[in-house]
């Protein structure tokens, strides 16, 4: 077998979007969360406090100092509108492109999990066939979660620095910037990103796409 070398990715989740506000209405129980879910669709736009969320990322020191150390050589974006906006404030003034297989989990996606891994293995060919080896890819929690095997998806603009070999993602991420926790335009000082380990575990978050 051929040995890949080895990359260094960057997973960034979107800032928050009407989506994710309609769902955690949804669970609380308020009257007309289920319409709105279903009238947003699949391509949400940002909330407000997302798009609060991604003026206090753009002056973030801790994420700039990030982007000078990280030596990111290519940047690529779901297509989906929440996605793009995120990309464009984060990686402002730098060129990104859209990477289809990136978007977020389908409804067929959750009733036959083999489809979503097989978007992922499309990822993972895309991956293979970059000469880029330090890539930023902007998407969503639900796709992230499968691709590392993880309990919980990323929190809202949440970024991880994930090792890529072999085709295989790194069970272990390593924090680069914890995000904001559900509903809020600031971040919690001093909190982890709540992305860990090894198990497969397809249980869902309230504000999980």
């Known amino acids: 077998m051929t040995t890949k070398a080895k990359k260094t990715l960057y997973f960034v989740r979107h800032a928050e979007s009407e989506q994710n506000v309609a769902t955690r209405d949804l669970h609380a129980g308020r009257q007309g969360a289920a319409r709105r879910i279903i009238d947003l669709g699949w391509d949400a736009p940002l909330s407000e406090t ?17 982007k000078d150390d990280a030596k990111i050589e290519l940047i690529a974006h779901s297509p989906y509108v929440r996605a793009v906006e995120t990309a464009r404030a984060c990686f402002e003034g730098r060129e990104i492109s859209e990477l289809e297989c990136l978007h ?54 949440g970024v991880v620095e994930v090792a890529y070999e072999n085709r295989v993602f790194t069970a272990k991420p390593k924090t680069v910037w914890p995000g904001f926790a559900p509903g809020r335009a600031t971040p919690l000082p001093g909190e982890a990103a709540p992305v860990a380990p090894e198990t497969i575990d397809l249980s869902d978050r309230d504000d999980a796409s």
């Open 50 to 66: 997302g798009r609060t969320q991604l003026e206090h990322a753009k002056t973030s020191a801790e994420l700039k100092a990030w």
């Open 104 to 157: 977020e989990r389908t409804l067929s996606e959750y009733f036959i999990p083999w489809l979503l891994d097989r978007r992922i293995g499309a990822l993972r060919d895309w991956l293979d066939a970059r000469p880029e080896q330090r890539i930023a890819l902007v998407g969503h929690g639900q796709f992230f979660k499968r691709c590392l095997g993880a309990p919980e998806v990323l929190r809202n603009v």
